[in-house]
């Protein structure tokens, strides 16, 4: 039998629901493997155990009892540390926010709550969840990177020291991540989760995303947290389906290869084991074309990188402004290119973007899937470089949902992850194929097992 930490967000909740796991024995669980490979992956900036304890105490009782206890009762989650949670701080990576604690929770975090989940705690970001590599490392060798912004959520549920975690994705923050560290990430359509009480980078570009072992697990997550947000005008009123309920595995017919505008840029190691998935997909049944984005990687990039400069200009002109030296590298790189930029280039990226998106919409009205590599190449060393995103950028950019799948590794033991999008709200279709991915082509998440001697600092 698995110890509990093992256990992915599904199969415990099960377990509770069936009587057979209560929560304060899974948080202990969780709780020893974090203090197992804590001091070596280098996760986490806050963990309450006691809080957490004393949580998982309530709703052992309430069912217990026979109460109704909501839908995620007892389930243990971790969330970036841009998100606001009542009772923990929010630093955002950065001493511009040193002790900052916020006294409501972000809309996602609130609907968490509501249905029982519990945050045992906050994850490790790069600085202002941009490019500034982080103290977090790769699970599955200390010396790399676990990519970024959304570094340590990755991390945690790579080494199964947590079963889902919260990221945010601005560029390529959630997937890149997940893939490096080997496990499910996901983001939705832009505006399905909204992003109320959520630091931001980009409004035009910033997705709340999940990460976690299994398909299902974002199913359950999502369910929860998807809907409008009076809030938040990015977040359109659209009805939420049970995405737990209505993406059981389903094989896709008709999938499309974005192979021209994706591997001649990736290592041979990264093109190889997209190749091979793409001919599993084809072994089995699958349709598969070759197809091509509908504008030049070059032009995407362009006005991607402009709107993301001045958007986040624009969000921390009054901190910046007589404060430089406070900020990172990387962001004062971002921040003093978005307050040079035009209005009308500003205008222009926004425009671009706009047509960007309308001809996706159509290039998946027939295809009810794409595919291409998550990422360009293996993890950097860990205090170098979060890694390239450019992968990510195409869905991003465009607002599609998007999800990551484990498919293999490579040199150093490193993980290798495929990148599959959809329609935009077809969120239901999209876990529904990749829990068939999961299941009928093995794409699914392992737990790493770090070796701490000589590979951390």
Not at 247 to 270: C, H, I, Q, Y
Not at 304 to 327: L, P, Q, T, W
Not at 444 to 450: F, L, Y
Request: charge should be negative; aromatic fraction near 8%.
């Amino acid at each position: 039998m698995s110890e509990p930490w093992e256990l992915t967000l599904s199969e415990g909740l099960r377990r509770l629901c069936g009587g057979t796991l209560n929560a304060e024995d899974w948080l202990v669980s969780i709780i020893a493997r974090i203090d197992q490979c804590e001091e070596g992956v280098k996760a986490w900036v806050q963990v309450d155990r006691e809080g957490a304890l004393e949580e998982a105490r309530s709703v052992d009782r309430e069912r217990e009892a026979g109460k109704k206890v909501g839908a995620l009762a007892g389930v243990f989650y971790g969330a970036k540390d841009i998100f606001d949670i009542k009772g923990f701080r929010r630093e955002a990576g950065s001493p511009l926010f040193k002790g900052y604690e916020p006294n409501e929770d972000a809309t996602c975090v609130e609907r968490l709550r509501s249905e029982g989940a519990i945050a045992l705690g906050k994850t490790v970001t790069t600085p202002l969840a941009n490019g500034d590599p982080s103290i977090s490392r790769n699970p599955w060798n200390l010396a790399h990177s676990p990519g970024g912004s959304s570094a340590g959520s990755a991390a945690a549920v790579g080494a199964g020291m947590i079963p889902v975690a919260l990221g945010s994705q601005t560029t390529g923050s959630t997937l890149r991540p997940a893939s490096f560290c080997g496990v499910v990430g996901f983001k939705p359509t832009y505006g399905r989760i909204p992003r109320g009480g959520i630091l931001k980078v980009s409004w035009t570009f910033d997705h709340p995303g999940i990460i976690a072992r299994s398909v299902e697990d974002v199913a359950r997550m999502l369910t929860v947290m998807a809907g409008p947000d009076a809030s938040d005008d990015g977040a359109p009123d659209v009805p939420v389906p049970d995405y737990a309920a209505e993406s059981a595995p389903r094989k896709p017919k008709r999938v499309g290869f974005f192979r021209e505008d994706t591997l001649p840029r990736a290592s041979k190691e990264v093109a190889d084991q997209t190749a091979r998935a793409v001919a599993q997909l084809r072994e089995s049944g699958v349709a598969v074309e070759e197809i091509k984005l509908p504008m030049e990687t070059d032009k995407i990039h362009a006005a991607h990188f402009i709107a993301r400069c001045v958007e986040a200009s624009c969000y921390h002109e009054d901190m910046f402004i007589g404060n430089e030296d406070a900020f990172t590298p990387k962001n004062r790189e971002t921040i003093t290119t978005g307050f040079m930029v035009p209005a009308v280039h500003y205008l222009k990226a926004l425009r671009l973007r706009s047509r960007y998106v309308r001809e996706m919409d159509r290039l998946f009205e027939h295809y009810d899937l794409a595919v291409l590599p998550t990422q360009s190449e293996k993890p950097p060393i860990w205090d170098v470089s979060t890694g390239d995103a450019s992968f990510s950028e195409p869905l991003t950019f465009s607002g599609h949902p998007a999800l990551t799948l484990p498919v293999g590794r490579g040199e150093g033991n490193l993980p290798i992850g495929i990148q599959l999008g959809a329609g935009r709200f077809e969120e239901a279709g999209l876990l529904a194929v990749s829990r068939w991915c999961e299941e009928e082509l093995g794409w699914r998440a392992e737990i790493a097992e770090p070796e701490f001697s000589g590979q951390f600092i």
